[in-house]
């Protein structure tokens, strides 16, 4: 039986410390034929050098690009424009994680359950770990809601890192990146928005991957008391950005305008619309606008940054 080609977009940037550990994860792929495409976003350490070798060990899977900075999110659109549409599925990668052996082939099983002619995306939760690789906590849970377009315009509920897309997903979304990326929140956050809006996304509760956390990026968590919860809540909405949840809902709906149906582009608009009326119509609004976040609370601070027009 033909295994299925995937290609592997992965985005450094002075990651040396811990590539080598990665890269022979993203190698020992079972039963599926990798292609690395590897875009460096600027390194000054020795993560180039490194690189380098393993393309000269590995000349027909290992492909490494040199680029100039453009942070992650130009970094990971450049690479998908840098990489040809001739692969089964393709899959995002962040440095410093390590796969398990079974990650591409256990996304690769359950996207091919599924019709071939939608958008699809497979992501899963991760086990998130130290710098040594010692197991902390299972990151992000299930979501208990759907993964829709009214979830996805308020929230990410689908880490990068994990994400395997199918071809349609891959082309359209390559074919359609906005010139200006000011307004794009995070590439993951874009994808899982077009996914939700037009085709199916499958959420395993599996973690596929040991998504390494350091000091100034530790995520998700469980440990922290009540008070710190809402704290840190409130602290992550308001930093997201002036006004990042409306900028990028209004991107989305100049981009994929004539795509969405009907009902999708008057939610959408009501949703800009609605933040330039009266204190009163906000409160009114938000307190049965369709869209969602996945926790109770996340959906109450929502509420509360629509009417305070922070959203």
Request: with cysteine; net charge positive; hydrophobic share 35%.
């Amino acid at each position: 039986m033909n295994k299925s080609k995937v290609c592997i977009m992965l985005s450094t940037y002075n990651g040396v410390k811990y590539i080598d550990e990665q890269m022979e994860s993203l190698l020992a792929q079972h039963e599926v034929d990798v292609q690395i495409n590897i875009r460096d976003d600027g390194s000054s350490d020795g993560t180039v050098q490194k690189l380098n070798e393993y393309a000269k060990s590995h000349p027909d899977k290992i492909r490494v690009i040199k680029g100039r900075n453009l942070g992650v999110i130009g970094s990971f659109f450049e690479l998908m424009r840098q990489t040809e549409p001739v692969y089964d599925y393709y899959s995002f990668c962040d440095q410093d994680d390590v796969w398990k052996p079974d990650k591409l082939r256990r996304a690769v099983a359950k996207l091919q359950l599924r019709e071939t002619n939608i958008p699809l995306m497979y992501c899963s939760s991760t086990q998130m770990v130290d710098q040594d690789l010692n197991n902390l906590n299972v990151w992000p849970t299930l979501p208990p809601k759907p993964l829709s377009m009214y979830n996805a315009m308020v929230e990410n509920c689908c880490v990068g890192c994990t994400m395997v897309l199918n071809p349609i997903t891959f082309e359209r979304v390559k074919r359609s990146i906005p010139v200006d990326l000011k307004s794009i929140i995070m590439h993951d956050r874009w994808i899982y928005l077009y996914v939700s809006a037009f085709g199916e996304v499958i959420f395993d509760e599996e973690p596929m991957i040991l998504y390494r956390q350091h000091q100034g990026n530790v995520l998700g968590g469980g440990s922290e008391g009540w008070l710190m919860k809402w704290k840190n809540r409130l602290k992550r909405f308001f930093s997201e950005g002036s006004f990042s949840l409306s900028k990028q809902a209004s991107l989305f709906l100049e981009t994929y305008r004539e795509f969405l149906s009907v009902q999708q582009q008057k939610d959408i608009q009501r949703f800009l619309n609605h933040l330039d009326s009266s204190w009163v119509k906000r409160i009114s609004y938000a307190s049965k606008m369709p869209f969602y976040r996945q926790a109770s609370l996340d959906n109450l601070v929502l509420k509360l940054i629509y009417v305070l027009k922070k959203i």
